[in-house]
């Protein structure tokens, strides 16, 4: 059940079994289903979710009703609306389960005990703030740079769950592309 | 689609984890009910989704289930049962609220928690220890919570617990439901609460 957890923490640092008993208890296990949401856009996100198994996505919705997806997240990856989880604001992203998703909620209160009770935590979430900075980065300049066929081919190397596991329709909306480029991009890179 | 809280009710079929489930069911929650029986709980569902068209229910066929997909656990079991469940789920209710309406008596109406000390919901916690144990629905029949749910009349309901967070969820979950709900104290108060019941059963033989 905390598996993928455990993964993530020594893969960055290192922890003793009593420190990883510890950490293990702040987290909230939570099974959602398919198409269930684990967060509304307006209401603020208590939670960062970590997920042991299936896949999600977080996107918004603009005035006219279109769906952008901003984020997947699959097994050993974190999700959440983060300016609202650190604010307190009203969130900006829903987030919704695209399999059925064993997940490990982190309130904001628990995360304070938790880095107050095994200080090594921090610098496990320093790390992974840095790489959410980067990937942030990469893909904004990728979004504003980058030809769609470039954008497609840098999810297929880095990411290739997700292209196998997300619908055509939330792979180009994350792309920022119509589905039809999507499937013509597709094609195009099967022949080559 | 909006987010609701999803409550397991672990002991569904019988007559407090049923009216629990009448109670709720009229209300913007998902509910998993639980029990060893199969039959029971689908009648169970049926009768609810028939007076409450809208309501999200599912039958989860073990407790360990229900309360990983659970954001509050009810456990609606007699209180000889509470070790097994608790072993079962312990490791899915870290973070929890675990609410306990038992009364430690068992079948033969003779008390279970034998010192004056302690209660069940304490019981309860010492087995749960990453979770947030509530007591509350144990000072009344089942039939008398229904009835004060679904009439005007509001009934009082005594709810106990250590954490205040979760004792301000369940107070806020038996606002809702037509209750009025009364914060009587930490976890021990559950001693009172549920020596409550014992004069009330006293009064009514075999009534709770
Ligand atoms: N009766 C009332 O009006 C009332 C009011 C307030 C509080 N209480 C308290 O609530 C508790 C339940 O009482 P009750 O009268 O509703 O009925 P009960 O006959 O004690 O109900 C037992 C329920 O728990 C289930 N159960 C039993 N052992 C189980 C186990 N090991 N794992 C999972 N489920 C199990 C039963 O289902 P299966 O047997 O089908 O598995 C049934 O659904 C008691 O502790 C009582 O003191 C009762």
Not at chain 1, 71 to 82: P, T
Not at chain 1, 146 to 169: F, H, W
Not at chain 2, 165 to 186: K, M, Q, R, W, Y
Request: hydrophobic fraction near 40%.
């Amino acid at each position: 059940m905390h598996e993928q957890l455990i993964k993530s923490i020594q893969d960055k640092i290192t922890l003793s079994p009593e420190e990883i008993e510890k950490v293990k208890h702040f987290y909230i296990p939570k099974k959602i289903r398919k198409r269930q949401y684990l967060l509304n856009a307006g209401d603020v996100c208590q939670y960062i979710a970590f997920v042991e198994k299936g896949l999600l996505r977080s996107f918004t919705v603009d005035n006219d009703g279109g769906e952008h997806v901003i984020q997947f997240a699959l097994e050993g990856w974190l999700i959440g609306d983060m300016s609202s989880f650190l604010s307190g604001d009203e969130a900006t992203y829903n987030i919704e389960a695209l399999e059925d998703a064993e997940l490990l909620l982190l309130s904001k209160p628990s995360m304070e005990d938790m880095l107050h009770t095994v200080p090594k935590m921090e610098t496990y979430f320093r790390i992974l703030m840095q790489n959410h900075i980067v990937a942030l980065n990469r893909r904004v300049i990728s979004s504003m740079s980058d030809t769609a066929e470039q954008k497609y081919l840098k999810l297929m190397n880095n990411c290739p769950g997700i292209v196998n596991r997300a619908s055509q329709q939330n792979i180009a909306s994350f792309l920022g592309i119509t589905p039809e480029t999507l499937s013509r991009i597709r094609k195009q890179v099967a022949q080559k | 689609m909006a987010t609701v809280k999803t409550i397991a009710i672990v002991g569904a079929t019988e007559n407090i984890g049923s009216a629990i489930a009448r109670i709720l069911a009229k209300l913007n929650y998902r509910l998993l009910l639980m029990s060893g029986d199969q039959a029971k709980l689908k009648a169970l569902k049926e009768e609810l989704e028939k007076l409450e068209p809208k309501a999200g229910i599912d039958i989860v066929g073990c407790a360990k289930e229900a309360s990983w997909e659970a954001d509050i656990i009810i456990i609606a079991t007699p209180y000889e049962a509470h070790k097994e469940v608790a072993e079962k789920i312990q490791e899915v209710a870290t973070g929890k609220i675990v609410i306990s309406v038992s009364n430690p008596i068992n079948s033969n109406y003779g008390r279970v928690v034998p010192s004056a000390n302690t209660s069940a919901a304490e019981e309860l916690q010492k087995m749960l220890p990453y979770s947030k144990v509530v007591k509350t629905f144990n000072t009344q029949l089942a039939s008398k919570y229904i009835s004060a749910a679904f009439s005007d009349q509001t009934r009082d309901v005594f709810i106990a617990g250590n954490n205040s967070d979760a004792v301000t969820t369940v107070f806020e979950l038996l606002h809702v439901a037509g209750f009025h709900p009364i914060i009587s104290g930490d976890l021990s108060v559950s001693r009172t609460l549920e020596r409550l019941q014992l004069s009330i059963q006293n009064q009514m033989p075999g009534a709770l």
